[in-house]
């Protein structure tokens, strides 16, 4: 992804330009994947509802077992991510990245419109290949734009990335409050082409955006497709569709009615299995040298930890979705008023709690200046507070048992909680992730952060099965210590990692 002409024109960007001193180009940016995000937090906000909502009079559901709805809402996060190589790399050799963007965009608009249609399960497959296709090429892309706006030393760099990251959390916040209310209260194909409106402002933001903003940026591939290879990459690309679609039409011979079981497993092994073969190739490659192998080898164990922290994360829209609408209290009477919950609110949360602490952090961290903790240490508190988050979630059951319903307060306080670990690895492992890159590989390394949660959403498309009230209680603890004790492992080997990371911190 990375791009010469993006590297070359840079430099006249870091003058200030626009709000907060920064380029004027991070608010095209800005809001392109506010409206994305908008769209794409708003379709998951609904989707394992309506994935396994009986149809009603007024809303027609999917009427899905409630394990294959969550499996379902898994193993599609973990595409979403997964396409992120390949968006990157259509970038980075193809088309270059504002064109890839663009693109993406069409494509996950017409996604959300086939979501819109009420066509049952042929909409649901065409609309998650839309989906996936089109968020790979945009999201990584977007985020690898933001990068290019500034020099390497501009100071503003990391400010920018955050307010990014608070655009993408207003868009996440926004959604289910729109999309959520309009789906669950309404229809859930209206809520659903509401999100394909929403993905039509970021297309629009981002068109005409661009052009004011970047004209130079990103109009090129950086590393484009010499002849002969193009030929060879045709053939391996028209190849691969070729297996998989033949894999797909196997799967679905030898398995009759378990064939959505056994796409999904087969689905979380390729998961798992593609960032393995990333870091085979990249400790392999000849261009990496012996410091940037340490790198690598110090990149490891920080990918396994966040593996596990999106685990827990993502299970906001599947686990945390269906404990939300079946084991609160609906209509809860809070100082005197009686209210009405819906469910997909619940999502708005996660966003929330990130917009709000993110100052404080932000300002933590400027107090600090050089005395922050380090990397894993950062990624060690942060784990510990995920996985006590989750631990926080064994005590409704244990005071109250598993079968009535409970106070919607406990999820204010998991989120708390949890969104403080949040902003100590995702913010953190994303800029760490392009420190710690070998050279030859800088390019592809928004996309190597993105499949630490694609490989996470795979094994949760497996273990989310295994939650229903009965085991509510075990599944909160397990899966919360084992968020804690990667976290303590991460702190007692703080000291030899730093030693292999060198002069990143
Ligand atoms: N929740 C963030 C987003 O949607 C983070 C995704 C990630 O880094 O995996 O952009
Ligand atoms: N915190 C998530 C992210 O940064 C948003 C969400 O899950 O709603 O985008």
């Known amino acids: 992804m990375e791009n010469n002409s993006q590297t070359t024109t840079s430099e006249e960007f870091t003058r200030p330009q626009g709000a907060f001193g920064q380029p004027k180009g991070l608010f095209t940016l800005f809001f392109t994947e506010f409206w994305e995000r908008f769209s794409y937090y708003g379709m998951r906000a609904i989707l394992v509802y309506y994935l396994y909502a009986l149809t ?29 190589v390949v968006g990157g790399w259509i970038a980075d050799r193809l088309l270059g990245a504002s064109r890839t963007i663009m693109i993406g965009a069409v494509f996950i608009m017409c996604g959300h419109i086939a979501l819109a249609i009420p066509a049952g399960l042929p ?10 296709i089109g968020t790979g090429m945009l999201k990584p892309n977007v985020s690898n734009m933001v990068g290019h706006l500034y020099s390497k030393t501009d100071s503003r760099r990391d400010t920018g990335f955050n307010i990014f990251y608070v655009g993408i959390n207003a868009g996440a916040l926004l959604a289910p409050i729109v999309v959520g209310t309009v789906g669950q209260s309404y229809n859930y194909h209206v809520g659903f082409s509401l999100a394909a409106i929403g993905m039509l402002a970021a297309l629009f933001f981002y068109y005409f955006g ?39 039409f196997w799967i679905h011979a030898v398995s009759g009615s378990a064939f959505i079981d056994n796409l999904i497993n087969f689905l979380s092994y390729v998961a798992i299995a593609v960032p393995v073969l990333y870091f085979i190739r990249m400790f392999a490659s000849k261009e990496v040298d012996s410091l940037e192998r340490n790198k690598l080898g110090a990149y490891i164990p920080l990918f396994l930890s966040a593996i596990v922290f999106w685990a827990i994360e993502e299970q906001s829209s599947s686990v945390i979705a269906v404990w939300g609408e ?30 709000v602490l993110t100052p404080i952090v932000v300002r933590i961290w400027n107090k600090l200046v050089d005395r922050q903790p380090s990397t894993i240490v950062k990624f060690g508190l942060g ?10 979630m064994m005590a409704p059951g244990l005071i109250s048992g598993t079968s009535g319903r409970t106070s919607a307060l406990w999820l204010v306080l998991m989120f708390a909680v949890q969104m403080s670990g949040e902003l100590l690895v995702s913010p953190v492992g994303l800029s760490v992730s392009t420190k710690l890159a070998p050279r030859a590989f800088q390019s592809q390394l928004i996309a190597m952060w993105f499949l630490s949660d694609a490989t996470s959403q795979a094994i949760n498309a497996q273990i989310v099965q295994f939650f229903n009230k009965h085991t509510e209680i075990a599944f909160f603890g397990i899966v919360g210590l ?24």
Request: glycine letters at 8%; a positive charge; hydrophobic letters at 55%.
């Open 123 to 132: 909409a649901l497959f065409v609309s998650i290949t839309l989906i996936v």
């Open 383 to 392: 784990l510990i507070l995920t996985g006590a988050s989750y631990m926080i």
């Open 326 to 355: 079946t084991r609160t209290n609906l209509h809860p009477i809070w100082l005197g008023l009686h209210l009405t919950i819906d469910p997909s609110w619940y999502q708005l949360l996660n966003p929330l709690f990130i917009i």
């Open 210 to 248: 661009r052009m004011r903003t970047f004209p130079d940026i990103g109009r090129e591939p950086g590393n484009p497709l010499k002849g002969n290879e193009r030929t060879r990459f045709a053939l391996i690309f028209i190849a691969a569709i070729i297996v998989l679609v033949a894999i797909i």
């Open 482 to 505: 084992v968020g804690v004790i990667v976290g303590i492992i991460l702190l007692f080997i703080k000291n030899p990692m730093n030693k292999l990371m060198g002069d990143v911190r």
């Open 56 to 84: 009603t009079a007024h809303n027609p559901g999917l009427g899905l077992a409630k394990t294959q709805a969550m499996a379902i809402v898994s193993i599609y996060g973990a595409l979403v991510y997964l396409s992120s």
